[in-house]
């Protein structure tokens, strides 16, 4: 969450800053600012609201000092309004920070005592005044840092800029990301890499507990102990930070679009179309091995695992369980040793997720991760990765990394399959071709959406809608739900069908628009007999189907999206197409920000 960027440069850096800080916008943020030394003194510009409303305020008193930070926030601690805005600022350094200072009230409390007048609603402004304190007992900035950190507890991320120190930043890591951009003459700091790409495509990232004081010939980094580390440095293939929405009007919508291609991208890192074989990356167990599996993620990477339990115990008679990341980190879950947990994440850096990563090999468990950034902390502290290639993804709500989380799950299932003897080569090759043709079948759902795009406008006039689904198609009106909620504002839940008698069929009336996924699959004739439990009780039906689903189904809806015929085994991949674009348009019709929708954050790296 939040973005952070600093700058090192040779010239006047608040507009680079800022450029910077549009990069990160896709985290979701309420308020924007930049602090810069003018003449070694400190001085700061901070607004409410987005960035453009920085921008202004800077237009009519621009800063002009070589060295800055500036940060995009998401009210955590306080309202979102300017005074809370980052950076934070005593009379000797300002400082932007994302993550949550869990131990800031009593540090608050001990600050106060010693007179200690506080301005803001936030937990980092008691970073600002621990470091003020330090240095005015007579710490060197860098002395100041070393001692404030190891006093903080929670998961963060900061950057320090000290009044007459121009050739100076620091930077500190501890459960949130941070990297380090190396240029010319010139450094570079930043929450994400994608921030860094206009400056540098060499990169540092810290480790956690890791601290670096930056200055225009280099960087020097000590880790949690305050022992110099020598981190990689890496170049960064500038392609990774294209992030235009060409030719459409949001990125959700580019990156709905762009799903064929990355889920073939995807699909062909995983199978060998030629023999038909799912082939894994090189795993340090084999699923012949294993006993039980466990998955855990947070959001929609949860949904893609809920989808892979179906596939993972049909296909290779594994036992899955599958639990929130912020439930399996505490519940204490008893796991043995030598079996394995997956861990599913966009970003690499989700908080909770992580939690789970580590307590599951505290456990003596293998744990493979599938992650979107190769370079990020899940990534690197999981013993086996199997990436996604999605590319990065900036609207908030997940579309594209889901579908190529899908087409990883999948192909690990099948080879697990393979593996333990459940699937022979024939039926192999069969699933393989299925995911193949995976690609071609998403480009024949968009071509669906003019007709899911005046549906979509009944759903608008909708205040509740429900949307149904078995088997595999439970966990997809999870996310059909999920993604309704988080880009439109409309409530929505997701039920397996199954379900509806047992509850949610009090809900049905002739106001409340009932989503059915419903592909045809060993269950459709089941998923029909709900239907029809919804539709004599006045409900208002909008069916996903196939040709032969809505051929069959034979009743009255006030919408049918029919979908191209696929295996059923697929049909997540697929579906998930007519989903998204429903929700995207409802959003859209109701005129809400679709790429950065309120209270919402891209990557949640604190809890």
């Known amino acids: 969450m939040c973005g952070i960027v600093g700058i090192l440069g040779k010239a006047a850096v608040a507009t680079q800053v800022v450029d910077a800080l549009k990069r990160l916008e896709y985290r979701g943020y309420d308020s924007a600012g930049v602090a810069t030394l003018e ?35 998401w009210a955590t601690h306080g309202r979102p309004n300017e005074v809370n805005a980052h950076p934070h600022a005593t009379a000797k350094l300002a400082v932007v920070h994302n993550g949550i200072i869990e131990n800031f009230r009593e540090l608050k409390r001990e600050l106060e005592a010693k007179g200690v007048v506080f301005e803001t609603e936030t937990d980092t402004e008691v970073v600002a005044q621990l470091v003020t304190d330090a240095l005015q007992e007579g710490r060197t900035p860098l002395e100041a840092v ?16 000290f009044e007459g120190e121009a050739d100076q930043l620091i930077g500190a890591r501890h459960g949130a990301p941070l990297a380090i951009g190396h240029g010319d003459g010139e450094m570079y700091l930043g929450s994400d890499a994608l921030a860094l790409a206009p400056f540098t495509d060499q990169v540092t990232y810290l480790e956690d507990g890791d601290w670096a004081v930056l200055t225009r010939a280099g960087v020097t980094i000590r880790d949690a102990g305050g022992h110099p580390v020598e981190r990689p440095r890496q170049t960064i293939p500038t392609g990774s930070f294209i992030a235009s929405k060409g030719n459409h009007r949001h990125f959700m919508a580019k990156e709905i679009y762009e799903q064929p291609e990355v889920v073939g991208r995807t699909i062909a890192h995983y199978v060998d179309f030629a023999a038909g074989r799912a082939c894994p990356p090189d795993l340090p167990f084999s699923f012949r091995d294993l006993r039980r599996l466990s998955i855990s993620a947070c959001g929609t990477a949860y949904y893609a695992g809920l989808v892979a339990k179906y596939w993972f115990e049909r296909l290779a008679r594994l036992p899955v369980e599958i639990d929130v990341a912020s439930e ?8 043995d040793p030598g079996e394995l947990t997956i861990v599913v994440s966009q970003s690499g850096e989700t908080a909770d997720t992580l939690a789970s990563l580590r307590y599951a090999k505290s456990q003596g468990q293998h744990v493979l991760s599938i992650v979107n950034v190769t370079t990020s902390t899940i990534a690197r502290e999981s013993g086996a990765l199997a990436p996604t290639l999605a590319g990065p993804e900036i609207g908030v709500a997940s579309t594209k990394a889901f579908t190529c989380q899908l087409a990883v799950l999948l192909s690990l299932a099948i080879a697990a399959g393979r593996q333990r003897g459940v699937l022979d080569e024939a039926e192999e ?26 549906l979509a406008r009944e759903i608008a006039k909708a205040k509740d809608v429900l949307y149904l689904g078995r088997g ?23 039920y397996a069908a199954g379900e509806l008698k047992h509850g949610p069929i009090a809900l049905i009336d002739d106001a409340m628009p009932v989503i059915v ?30 040709r032969r689903g809505a051929a069959e189904a034979a009743m009255d809806t006030f919408g049918t999206v029919v979908m191209p015929d696929c295996d059923p085994v697929v049909s997540p991949l697929v579906y998930a197409v007519a989903i998204q674009l429903l929700a995207y348009h409802t959003a859209v019709f109701m005129g809400k920000d679709v790429d950065q929708p309120r209270n919402l954050a891209k990557s949640v790296t604190v809890e």
């Open 39 to 73: 003449n070694g003194r400190l001085t700061r510009c901070r607004a409410e609201g987005k960035l453009r409303n920085l921008e202004l305020k800077l237009s009519e008193a621009p800063l002009t000092g070589a060295i800055g930070i500036g940060h995009t926030r």
């Open 517 to 546: 996924i419903a592909p045809s699959d060993a269950v459709f004739e089941k998923t029909v007999s709900n239907m029809q439990e919804v539709a004599a009780r006045g409900g208002r039906i909008l069916l996903v189907t196939d």
């Open 429 to 454: 090759r069969r699933l393989v071709d299925a995911l193949v043709g995976v690609p071609g079948l998403m480009s024949e759902a968009l071509r669906g959406e003019a007709e899911i795009e005046l």
């Open 472 to 494: 595999t198609s439970f966990p997809l009106a999870l996310e059909g739900a999920l993604k309704l909620k988080e880009i439109s504002y409309i409530h929505a839940e997701g």
């Open 146 to 161: 070393g001692t404030t950190l190891p006093r903080l507890r929670g998961a963060f991320a900061l950057a320090f800029l």
């Open 328 to 335: 399996f980190r505490y519940r204490e879950a008893p796991l």
